[in-house]
């Protein structure tokens, strides 16, 4: 028996989405730029790509065009996050052995030097010094 076209289920909602073009357009120019990247590699400028765009239903502005570029190289070279969102910071941060940007690393120093230099004397208070 073979597969008529009456005889396939129809699509559900969420696959129906894969066939439409996104409604973002961050998401309709990420779903071509791989295109655009050989584009550029291949020597054509960004405002030649901007009217192809345009032409094929791209409805984005050259200035958002080059905000959005440079936006998505950034995301490309941003490494990925190594310590997990649950996590506590100071905890990741005793467990790595030399930090590249820690903003407490002066304050934990001062902290620890107004800790070393206030001690409480020893022995009973002085009584001449006390308020009357």
């Known amino acids: ?4 076209p009456s005889d396939r289920s129809p699509l559900c909602p ?16 990420l779903a071509v730029w ?3 990247q050989e584009a550029l ?14 032409l094929v239903g791209v409805p984005i ?4 065009l080059s905000l ?3 936006r998505i190289e950034r995301r490309k070279k941003a490494p990925a996050a190594s310590v997990p969102p649950n996590t506590v910071g100071s905890a990741s941060r005793q467990n790595r052995t030399q930090p590249d940007f820690d903003p407490l690393v002066n304050f934990e120093a ?5 800790r070393a230099a206030w001690q ?3 022995g009973l208070p002085d009584i001449n010094k006390l308020a009357k």
């Open 1 to 4: 028996m073979e597969n008529s």
């Open 14 to 29: 969420v696959e129906m989405l894969t066939r439409e073009k996104p409604t973002q357009l961050m998401a309709q120019l």
């Open 34 to 36: 791989p295109h655009v």
């Open 41 to 54: 590699k291949a020597g054509h400028t960004l405002r030649l790509i901007h009217q192809r765009l345009n």
């Open 61 to 64: 502005s050259y200035k958002l």
């Open 68 to 70: 959005y570029r440079g």
């Open 110 to 114: 001062q902290e620890r030097k107004r």
């Open 120 to 122: 409480y004397p020893s």
